[in-house]
């Protein structure tokens, strides 16, 4: 008897073996015929899924107007932000050294701009005059690179819902860097800052308007969704816009705050809209008045008319792209770019791996360089 139960065993376990291993081939079989899902900005991984290697897709990449060419090379401790000067130079700035590189029109750094805050972002008027803000600090720069006043944030920027918390608390909160200013654009009698609390998708940003010696500040606007205390903002024409990009829009504003107008949406498979977690990121004009935006995790450049019509992709460029990170962490990363006035070359700020990427129109002439 028991001999005859050993033998039914045996033969029971040969069956299921059998019977797992074929369902595993044909599992296999199914998988590699299946198509597989994929997702804008999160490969073949659904977002909040687990971890693994992902599948980055370039949504309509044939349909772009650029190419990317070799970075540029200039070394960066941190870089934080880039705007171009009429003269066609590139002004990047470094967070790790405090410093604006002034970057010639064929790529090489020819000078350097010391600060003594980390700067996190940058504009510059019409005469040449630089404005840049970081750590609560602004600073007004003329046309040779003379620091010629600073000062801080308005009152009422510093003195967030942080403020009643520990010292240590605070440091945590904001990595060591004091309040970001996101945002700073200058028009030609105002200076507009954009400036937040919080390192989260409900982060929280304030705008303010001061005059162009960084007096007389109004606050505008607050409750502003820019994720991770990113709200950039550009102006031109006498308008104000705000890439608002927790909410996936781009929103219009006149000098005392009043909403002229709103558009985006979040897309997930389409190039119209903007992908990911938080975009556009960034918002940048050429000289005809088209507007230019970056989105982070997908590395993708696309041009706008300022009432929200798509008017084609430019490109991508080759940043990091969620094989690291979770899909939420990896997509959620400041991206810059700047424009030359024609968009025949667009300077786009890779964060992770402090290098300046170039999108070039095909048969653009090269400028010629300083000596």
Known sequence: ?????????????????????????????????????????????????????????????????????EPLDVEFGRLTALRLRGDGRLLACDGESKEIKIIGRCGKQIGTIKLDFEPESIDVADDGTIFCGGQGRLAKINADGKIIKTADLPKPAADNDDEEQPEEGRRRRFGGRGNRVSGIAVSDRDLFVCSGSGWSMGSKSKLYRLDLDFENPKLLVEGLRGCCQRCDITARDGTLYLAENAVHRVVAYDREGEVLGKWGERSREGVEG??????????????????????????????????????????????????????????????????????????????????????????????????
């Not at 050429?286 to 982070?296: K, M, N, R, V």
């Open 1 to 69: 008897m028991k001999l005859f139960n050993l033998i039914v065993l045996a033969g029971t376990l040969a069956l299921l073996t059998t019977t797992a291993a074929y369902a595993d081939e044909e599992s296999d079989e199914k998988e590699k015929e299946a198509p597989k899902q994929q997702w804008q900005g999160f490969g073949d991984r659904r977002p909040g899924a687990g971890g693994g290697e992902t599948e980055m897709v370039d949504v309509a990449a044939d349909t772009a107007s650029h190419e990317e060419l």
């Open 274 to 371: 903007f992908g990911s977690c938080c975009n556009p990121m960034n918002l940048c004009f050429d000289a005809d008045g088209l507007l230019y935006t970056p989105e982070s995790g997908m590395a993708r450049v696309k041009r706008y008319s300022t009432d929200g019509k798509y008017l084609g992709l430019i490109g991508y460029v080759g940043t990091e792209r969620f094989n690291r990170a979770g899909g939420l962490a990896s997509s959620c990363s400041n991206i810059a770019i700047a424009v030359a006035p024609d968009g025949g070359k667009i300077y786009v700020m890779d964060y992770k791996e402090n290098l300046i990427r170039v999108l070039q129109k095909p048969g653009q002439e090269q400028p010629e360089c300083e000596h």
